[in-house]
């Protein structure tokens, strides 16, 4: 395995308030993450704002505040957003820092010198909602943008290229070595397939407005806001030629909506290819959210916001629900009725219920302290050995299929909701069969706290919560009596998860 591990969201415009796509994102990354350290991995985790680009100063302005105000004030309520959520991100890079801009300046000076900048004009048809240009065939009633469905602009300006057509091959010969770079799988033919068609030169520098990187060789243009941010990867990493630079990159897997693959694995490797600095071993690309069967708009006003969620329902439910339906790669469909369902089912009937119902039988039977056994016949080996073996919850966690890695803890979970229920230990304190009684919640005990360490990563919070029931906050990895037993559990009873109607 290797040390280290660096993986990224990415940047989010700040043109509005942070909503369900932002944290969705940022969730999964979050999980990935914190699974990560937890299998002693030496983790950064890299999030932030994008703040250039001609949207965000159109935002400032309809909002009335001067764009050093508004900018601040928004990547302000993004890292708000991290805070609720618990994204233990390592660093959080804004693209209006001078720290940002000298390296993209290094960065494209290496580009500029390798010869693959060139001057021209570009007219086309540019969508603002995504600082990109599109051909007439991919617009929707050739004016509409597939994504924003607003109208787009046509432009004609004086611009410098990149020379993306020039690294078809070297892209193409990538993807064919590495076909994991883009994951999941099927997505991987939707762009092979589109480069081996050929790539058009990419128009990089803007004159009509200057709200952004200066091209360092013209200072009439600022840099397309899209070559600016990419860059976060290696700015956030405090630049090239620096120790973190040196540890962590490449990124083992980047982690980005399906609306912007196109960046991620094409524009970008090729734009690294040029610079001369190695390309991300992984892009994760997750599909979108629709809420209550609709796109997910302003307009529509049915935006979910993060915030109302975690204050609503708890950071840890709204978590849960996403990655419990976080299908990688298609798209979800979000439904308060299904966050309740999932949540009274899933985390207070088969988690919640168990932890009460083994703390109650202890402070009934075992004077609240986990009884400390050493013996145990075959069939109840048996059993430890199916809760203990945890190879499918590290896999898929490592090829990044962690919603699946979610059933597998909540699967065990109910092995153990199970097995209590087979085993029957209030009667055998009833019918002073203690020691049967005693090993059943020995067993229970030391495989919660052992599961509970698997849930972190999802539900940080309660995960926390449910060891503290148990009185055991050891959160050793591995399967041992001696973690739990002798542990005084809590005296009262305590709501871990609470019903929602
Ligand atoms: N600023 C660019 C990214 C630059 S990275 C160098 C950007 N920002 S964004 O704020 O518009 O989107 C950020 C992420 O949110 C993307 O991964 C996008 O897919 C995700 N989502 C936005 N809306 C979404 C849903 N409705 N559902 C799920 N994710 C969505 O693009």
Redesign the pocket.
């Known amino acids: 395995m290797n040390k280290t591990l660096y993986l990224t969201t990415?940047?989010?415009?700040i043109n509005g308030s942070p909503?369900?796509?932002?944290a969705?994102?940022s969730i999964i990354a979050d999980v990935i993450a914190r699974a990560h350290r937890l299998f002693g991995k030496d983790v950064f985790f890299l999030t932030g704002t994008?703040e250039h680009g001609q949207k965000i100063v159109e935002a400032a302005q309809k909002s009335g505040s001067p764009l050093a105000h508004f900018i601040d004030a928004r990547a302000q309520e993004f890292k708000e957003m991290n805070t609720l959520l618990n994204i233990s991100n390592s660093n959080f890079i804004r693209t209006s820092s001078d720290l940002h801009k000298k390296v993209v300046t290094e960065i494209i000076t290496s580009i500029y010198s390798n010869g693959d900048i060139y001057a021209g004009t570009y007219r086309g048809l540019y969508c603002v909602g995504c600082e990109a240009y599109y051909s007439k065939d991919d617009l929707i009633d050739g004016n509409r943008c597939p994504t924003h469905q607003q109208e787009v602009r046509e432009l004609e300006e004086d611009t410098y290229f990149f020379k993306l057509g020039k690294y078809q091959d070297k892209l193409l010969e990538y993807y064919e070595k590495n076909p994991n770079f883009i994951l999941p799988q099927t997505r991987f033919s939707e762009i092979y397939n589109r480069v081996k068609a050929g790539l058009d030169d990419l128009s990089i520098t803007r004159t009509s407005f200057d709200w952004g990187v200066r091209f360092p060789f013209d200072h009439k243009h600022v840099l397309y806001v899209?070559v600016d941010?990419?860059c976060?990867y290696i700015s956030g990493l405090d630049g090239i030629k620096t120790s973190t630079f040196a540890r962590f990159w490449p990124p083992d897997v980047q982690i980005?909506?399906?609306?912007?693959s196109w960046?991620h694995t094409v524009i970008w490797p090729a734009l690294l290819l040029s610079a001369g600095i190695s390309l991300p071993k992984q892009v994760l690309i997750?599909?979108?959210?629709t809420v209550e069967g609709d796109k997910?708009s302003k307009t529509l006003g049915n935006v979910i916001d993060p915030f109302e969620m975690s204050r609503e329902y708890g950071s840890d439910v709204f978590r849960f629900y996403l990655m419990y339906n976080a299908h990688m790669g298609s798209d979800s469909n979000f439904s308060l009725a299904e966050l309740k369902q999932q949540n009274n089912a899933v985390l207070a009937n088969n988690i919640g219920n168990l932890v009460s119902r083994v703390v109650t039988l202890l402070n009934q039977y075992c004077n609240g302290t986990i009884p400390m056994i050493t013996e145990f016949d075959p069939e109840e080996k048996k059993f430890i050995e199916i809760i203990k073996d945890n190879k499918k919850y590290v896999d898929e966690i490592s090829s990044y299929t962690i919603r699946n890695a979610l059933f597998d803890v909540i699967e065990k979970f109910a092995e153990l909701n199970k097995y209590i229920t087979d085993r029957k230990p209030w009667d055998d304190f009833k019918h002073s069969n203690k020691s049967r009684g005693e090993k059943t919640l020995a067993m229970i005990c030391e495989s919660i706290r052992f599961l509970s360490l698997q849930l972190d990563p999802f539900i940080p919070i309660k995960a926390q919560e449910i060891r503290k029931s148990l009185g055991t906050m050891n959160i050793n990895l591995d399967f041992d009596f001696k973690y739990s037993a002798g542990s005084k559990v809590l005296a009262e009873k305590r709501i871990l998860f609470a019903k929602l109607e």
């Open positions: 990415p940047i989010y415009y909503h369900l796509g932002h969705y994102t994008d899209w941010a990419l976060n980005i909506g399906k609306d912007i960046f997750h599909g979108w959210w997910m």
